[in-house]
């Protein structure tokens, strides 16, 4: 008996084919071999819904498969390379499936190599591809995935060593900032659902979103995540020419695009107004409209289906929470039909589709494991479901936010997440009686719990009126919950 395996080759694949098998193969005649980077598993989601269970499994399948040194953003076919913009949110949640600090510090600093003199970045890196094309989104990972080390794992030097580079990157993009407004993009709202199921990319303009728009919006988000890494490395020059740069292109992007008299931007697709609402850019005195216009066109038009292409889906779920449509978001999120991530399962897939129609469309785009469509919906699970993030200020869950949204028909959700500081842990679950909420806050933190309830007094911990409860502080109440500071420890809250 000899065994031979390769170790420089790898194959994606869902289906083999076997040729000249004496007699009919049975299940254990061929065994397939899961190759990936060496990556830790850091966390664990289970819900009341079998959908989102085997939503997750398959973004963690998909992921798991697209390690490989640089996280690629397909395995099977012609390209396997390190798309920037397939990875900006969604290294987000990768951090809660896979211990990816070292995985994304090597990546980041794979982007500054490929950075040229000039300070422009490409679209892939390492630039196997020279695609030097100088639009915002697919560059802006960069710091987006340099933020997220720091905010999932305290790490600050990701923001030291990279720090330059990203100036440098931003020094550059000003350049092409004509009358603040930044007209640089090569993709747009990448692959929104077409209006035929043939087509790859949309040829109808109401499904468009304006590219300039994008940019604008994009690096308005940046300049405002650069002002924040400023102020930590106490370059406060810096941090005031950013925020004031950010400030001028704000009153120009609402100058340019918004609509008040249809309080939306530009021509009213839902990425046009998801941005602005994600990014501060809605005036104050409008966000309820804009809102308002964002839930009918995705009630109306999408019957609450996906409308949005790779850049709105990064924001999506969380932006729609976050505004009050926990439901909404959850609905989208649950869909069958087409389109949508439920649909793909209902077709069978065990990962994640490059499109939307995958399986109707053109198959010059026909990746069946392709990370980008993932966009927050991995965020959103972890820290909007199961309520478990790091606080901004003190980052890598030095202090955590255990805020749970119970949505939907959900009847509980758990999840775990191994910190740098031990596994944090929530489980809630509705009950006859009111809602129950399980949190575990390991040693040397710290958190803020917030509780579903419209009475504080009617909120105990551990059988304990919660205000009393040892390492227990009641703050205040918050948007229909009881807000409590805990220390660390396990603990049972109960609203009646």
Known sequence: METWEPRFV?????FVEVTGYPGEPKLDAIEGRVVHDDLRCAGDFE????????LHRNILWGVRGNYRSIPTDCPQRDERMGWLGDRSVVSRGESYLFDVAAFYEKWVTDIEDAQRETGSIPDVAPAYWTMYNDGVTWPSTFVLASSMLHDQYGDRRAIERHYPAMKKWVEYMRGFIKDDILPRNTYGDWCVPPESPALIHSKDPARRTDGALISTAYFHEMLRL????????????????????????????????FRPERNQFDNGTQTSSLLPLAFGLVPLERRGAVWNTLVAKIEKESDRHIGVGL???QWLMRTLTEQGGADLAYAIATQKTYPGWGYMIGKGATTIWELWNGDTADPAMNSGNHVMQVGDLAVWMYEYLGGMRPEAERPG???????PYPAGDLTFVKASHESMYGRIATHWRKTAGGFELDATIPANTTATVY??????????????????????????????????????????????
Request: charged share 25%; aromatic share 10%; glycine share 8%.
């Open 10 to 14: 790898f194959h994606g694949f869902r």
């Open 397 to 403: 869950f030095q202090h955590a936010v255990v805020r």
């Open 451 to 496: 509780v579903p309830a419209a009475d504080a007094a009617r909120v105990s911990e551990s059988g304990r009126p919660a205000a009393g409860a040892p390492g227990v502080k009641f703050l205040r109440l918050e948007d229909g919950a009881a807000v409590y500071a805990v220390e660390p420890g396990s603990y049972r809250f109960v609203a009646r």
């Open 47 to 54: 819900c009341s819904n079998p959908l989102l269970n085997r």
């Open 226 to 257: 650069m002002a924040r890494h400023a102020r930590m490395l106490g370059r406060e020059a810096d941090r005031t020419e950013y925020e004031a740069l950010a400030g001028r292109m704000r009153a120009a992007f609402v100058r340019k695009f």
């Open 311 to 313: 850049i709105g889906a």
